[in-house]
């Protein structure tokens, strides 16, 4: 009798109604598709591209002549023409900043280089008449050793904005 | 149970291994490629011009002769690009031949070797804004010395 009351009921008793198995909807069966695994691919896709995107810059170039010859005189057959000569010296206290001349005028940016030289240009068409120099007549850039590079480029873009064709670099002056 | 006998709808199962074999096969090919273009890219800040004149070079055979600066120190410079030592560390010839700055007559051999292949190869002079016109200058006499009449400065495209 003690026995009994002391056992309590048997936790793991049969239940009396156990569940029924859930039904399978009548109709609309919709099989599920897994996208876990593309989903992960796509973001895999997605980061390699966005971090690998920006290998291109805005760069452009300018085409330009490379200097010829060894720089001895040429034969003096025929007036050569009178060439333009850009002297680039670089600053002696800060070597970042330039001087620009053109024979005695100094220039200091080369947006007024870039108007002077087109003002000089010869070109009826575009009501210059007077201008000193024809489009092709040759551009020398002279700059010292320690000009800086950007220097440079910044004075042979000048002489294409101002619509010369015939431009080329001198050995480094001192 | 056969699936035969199965009841109910049919579960659509997608095979992804084939996709991932797939893709993990470009992210290879991708990391590859991509490093040869960063190869030939060396890191620099290529000048920035008033009024610039430079345009897009299309879809052409070209071969990129870059001069590096004596070192990068990321775009921190893009503010003050000329604020930094002018001199030259090396010479690149296109994505892998590297060249020192004594080494001129082989880099001239190289481009020689690249202009007889394809005449038609436009030569690029990507050069650091800092340097001195008497590093790049020599450079220069160097790609004319095998045969290159006319080169491209590289330079900052003008902001649209």
């Known amino acids: ?174 | 149970m056969s699936t035969v006998f199965q009841r109910g709808p049919v579960k659509p199962e997608m095979n992804m291994t084939p996709l991932i074999d797939v893709t993990f096969l470009l992210i290879v090919f991708f990391m590859l490629v991509s490093n040869i273009v960063s190869n030939e890219r060396v890191p620099m800040v290529v000048p920035q011009l008033e009024d610039s004149k430079t345009r897009e070079l299309g879809d052409i055979e070209k071969v990129v002769v870059s001069i590096a600066p004596a070192s990068f120190s990321g775009d921190a410079r893009l503010d003050a690009p000329l604020d930094h030592p002018g001199q030259a560390r090396y010479v690149q010839l296109g994505a892998g031949q590297r060249f020192q700055l004594t080494q001129l007559p082989q880099l001239t051999e190289a481009l020689r070797r690249e202009t007889q292949k394809n005449p038609e190869v436009e030569v690029l002079l990507r050069g650091d804004a800092a340097l001195y016109y008497g590093q790049v200058q020599p450079i220069m006499d160097a790609i004319t010395a095998a045969g290159v009449g006319t080169v491209n400065l590289v330079a900052l495209m003008p902001d649209d």
Request: charged share 20%; net charge neutral; with cysteine.
């Open chain 1, 1 to 174: 009798m003690l026995e009994a009351i002391a056992q309590p009921e048997k936790l793991d008793a049969p239940r009396e109604h156990p569940p029924r198995r859930r039904r399978r909807p009548l109709s609309g069966g919709v099989g599920q598709l897994n996208l876990t695994a593309m989903i992960d691919v796509i973001f895999l896709l997605l980061i390699y591209f966005v971090v690998t995107s920006n290998f291109r810059t805005d760069e452009g170039v300018l085409t330009a002549t490379l200097p010829q010859g060894t720089g001895a005189p040429r034969e003096a057959t025929e007036l050569p023409p009178q060439k333009i000569e850009l002297r680039l010296t670089a600053g002696v206290v800060d070597d970042t900043t330039v001087a620009i001349q053109q024979g005695t005028t100094t220039f200091v940016t080369f947006a007024q280089l870039r108007d002077s030289l087109a003002a000089q240009r010869l070109d009826p068409e575009a009501g210059q008449p007077n201008g000193l120099f024809e489009p092709d007549n040759p551009i020398v850039i002279q700059a010292g050793p320690n000009v800086r590079w950007q220097h440079v480029v910044n004075a042979f873009n000048a002489c294409l904005a101002a619509r010369y064709t015939n431009i080329s670099f001198a050995k480094p002056v001192s």
